[in-house]
């Protein structure tokens, strides 16, 4: 498809492409969570597209290294294996607090932000300084 004969897809972001980046995305986002014949009646209903099960495929297919790159670059940032080197407590008593709250993320609204800790529970033993 020519730009100047179909201005719109270009602004669209579908030039050279079936589906426009938010349907894909929509479509991969699906497809992850039911069988594809499921994804695909949802689609049809909800979204009055009808897109054949090889689109479907075909769509996951391609977000697959993406997707995986996405997630490589999320597990580097956590670095699970860094916890194990942590130094070890010696208080047999652990405490646990978990916590979420809403905040307004730029550009894709509110989302739901999760905190916990883990501490060490230790009995303190203190005087009263009036009853001793």
Known sequence: ???????LDRQLGIEGQTYSRTL????????AL????QCQQ??????????PLSSLYRQVQQASPRLQTYVES???????????ELPSRTAAVKGVSLDGGMVNIRGEGW???KIGVVFDIATRFEPHPTRG
């Open 1 to 7: 498809m020519d730009g100047a004969i179909f201005p």
């Open 24 to 31: 894909t995305k929509h479509l991969v986002w699906l497809s």
């Open 42 to 51: 949802i689609l049809a209903r909800i979204g009055g597209h009808t897109i």
């Open 74 to 84: 999320q597990q580097a940032i956590v670095q699970p294996d860094k916890l194990t």
């Open 111 to 113: 989302r739901e932000l």
């Open 34 to 37: 039911v069988p594809y014949a």
